[in-house]
């Protein structure tokens, strides 16, 4: 319950007084997407918003499907939903509602309004509604159908609802005031004809309730406390309080407003990932480049990470746009502690070490996270030809590099110290073998006699190691340029996806699950992907690079 020493945000502050001056006495908030594509991070903030203050405030959480729209749904994205739902740690329990259940009820709440002579049936056509509803600036027109008696709507209505009409003949509107400054209450639509099927109701209904018709309803009947939506519903507010208040409920539920949430770098609107998907640019709605749900949970990101990003947030009243860096901040964070450094080599180049005896081979124990003992240990084989990076080699160093160079000798991590001698190139020049020797009693890269070596290199063993597929990403937008350009296209940056093919990892890590996620030495954070990833040929998304100049804003 409220605790009057921490800050309490705006909403909380709401809450605390609706219950304290008895409006209400419990609290219920729910989650209503339309079921029309997949959730993405602005989601999930509206989740864990909706579902940390019902878990605050030993509340309910209700998962509601806003499915009274029948064009573009599809069950596809209900299962979907529920998955995203669920793996942020937002339980709805049995709690799980479809509104298009309450097509009855809502049905008769228009029926009430009618009778109430709240209600009227319109010959208009869209157009003509749109003219007759004026400006800003001046008051709109009488619909000539709110002359109608309460009998000839009744009957009107019920005809409509009989399929006596076409799509568009008719429309049912709330009877409020032309003349309203917000054109909202300027008798709204709130029924249409529509013959179409509906993926719940099938055939049942030819029509359909509006969404501001249909919300405060749908809120109503499930005992909503809190009804908490995004800023561009305000205006919409004394319309949804006029519904609940005419059609009498008596615990009516209140709307609360509260800015989106934009990220910097990425495309966060469903329109925008859909055209994404159905032009072919990204692999499905869970590409890595995506910020969906689906997609980050395949890129590696965690609930946990999620759930800290949105609390950094914060919930606000004006609409601000976050930095990106913020949530790979928070990955970052998050898997500093829980996973395993592997070593992985990218870009191989191989390494002999000429004294070590042949076919041998050597199992050296390495500590999972140094800054986490409980995550235990694993072994690496170490043996004769290796795989180091190429970046690790340079003929001719330039001043401070500190890794391999003919003369120089560098710590194989975890393992020995090497001295490299010679290399061998091939006619394009490319460097294909390097040679060294190593020292024996600087077993566990520990230093025999004192003596300093100034680089540390990763590798991994030739024979043992497996070949990978590294996937490394950038932003899939140029927001210097603009996401959007002027006709509504995407800027998109060229180099949002790398493939590297031949790749080689600890089998440790190549062993590993979809999901599972490791830190590769020097490389970053990368999770096992889901879709392609196989036993034979493991594929990794890097998730995030280890360091960043990001900082978090002084207020956090
Ligand atoms: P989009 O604008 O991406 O198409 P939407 O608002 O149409 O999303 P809905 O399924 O209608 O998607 O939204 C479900 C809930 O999620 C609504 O309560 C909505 O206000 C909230 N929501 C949508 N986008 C964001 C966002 N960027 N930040 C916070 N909440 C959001
Ligand atoms: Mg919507």
């Known amino acids: 319950m409220a605790n009057e020493t921490e800050s309490r945000n705006f909403i909380q502050q709401i809450i605390d007084r609706d219950l304290a001056e008895g409006h209400c006495t419990t609290v219920c908030t729910r989650f209503p997407p339309e079921p029309n594509g997949y959730l993405h991070i602005g989601h999930a903030k509206s989740i864990l918003l909706n579902y940390g203050l019902a878990e605050e405030y030993g509340g309910k959480f209700n998962l509601r499907f806003d499915d009274t729209n029948p064009t573009k749904e599809k069950v596809e994205f209900v299962e979907s939903i529920k998955a995203d739902v669920q793996w942020l740690g937002a339980d709805w329990e049995d709690r799980l509602f479809f509104a298009s259940d309450y097509f009855d009820q809502m049905y008769e709440a228009a029926v009430k309004l009618i009778k109430k002579g709240k209600a009227y049936v319109s010959d208009l056509s869209g157009e003509q509604i749109r003219e007759y509803r004026g400006t800003l600036t001046e008051a709109g027109r009488e619909d000539p159908g709110s002359k109608r008696s309460i009998e000839e709507n009744l009957k009107l209505f019920g005809e409509m609802k009989d399929g006596i009409y076409k799509d568009g003949e008719k429309v049912l509107r709330a009877k409020i005031d032309m003349a309203s400054p917000n054109m909202n209450m300027r008798d709204p639509v709130i029924y249409r004809v529509a013959h179409m099927e509906h993926h719940n109701t099938k055939d049942k209904w030819c029509i359909y309730p509006m969404y501001d018709f249909a919300h405060p309803i749908e809120d109503a009947i499930e005992g909503v406390t809190h ?12 319309l949804y309080d006029w519904v609940v208040r005419e059609v009498e409920y008596e615990n009516p539920p209140k709307q609360i407003e509260f800015a989106k949430l934009y990220l910097t770098n990425v495309v966060t609107g469903k329109r925008y990932i859909k055209r994404l998907v159905e032009e072919g640019i990204v692999d499905g709605w869970d590409d890595p480049r995506l910020v969906s749900i689906a997609a980050l949970r395949r890129r590696g990101f965690t609930p946990e990470s999620i759930r800290r990003f949105v609390e950094l947030c914060g919930i606000s009243k004006s609409n601000s746009s976050v930095d990106y860096a913020m949530l790979e901040y928070c990955i ?11 070593m992985a080599v990218l870009d191989p180049v191989k390494l002999i070490i000429d004294n070590y005896p042949e076919g041998e081979k050597e199992e050296l124990t390495v500590v999972n996270n140094m800054e986490n003992e409980s995550l235990g240990s694993h072994t690496v084989t170490f043996e004769r030809e290796l795989y180091i990076d190429r970046e690790d080699f340079m003929e001719v160093p330039p001043k401070k590099y500190f890794r391999m160079f003919p003369g120089n000798e560098v710590r194989l991590m975890q393992a020995y110290f090497v001295t490299c001698n010679s290399f061998v190139k091939d006619e394009s020049g490319k460097v294909t073998e390097i040679h ?20 540390t290199i990763h590798w991994v063993g030739a024979s043992t190691a497996r070949k990978a597929e ?8 140029n927001e210097e340029l603009g996401v959007y350009n002027e006709d509504g296209s995407l800027n998109l940056n060229p180099n949002s996806l790398t493939v ?5 990892v600890e089998p440790y890590a190549a062993n590993a699950e979809a999901y599972d996620s490791f830190q590769f030495v020097r490389q970053g954070y990368f999770c096992v992907d889901a879709k392609d990833s196989t036993k034979e040929y493991p594929v990794f998304n890097r998730i995030v690079s280890l360091k960043s100049s990001y900082r978090l804003p002084d207020n956090r």
């Open 470 to 477: 590294v996937r490394l990403y950038e932003n899939i937008v």
């Open 500 to 504: 590297l093919k031949d790749c080689y």
């Open 332 to 342: 970052r964070e998050d898997l500093k502690l829980k996973r395993a450094r592997v």
């Open 436 to 455: 060294c020797t190593y020292d024996p009693a600087s077993r566990g890269g520990v230093s025999p006699d004192g003596r300093k070596v100034k680089g």
């Open 227 to 238: 009804s908490i939506c995004t800023l561009e519903f305000e205006d919409h507010r004394p």
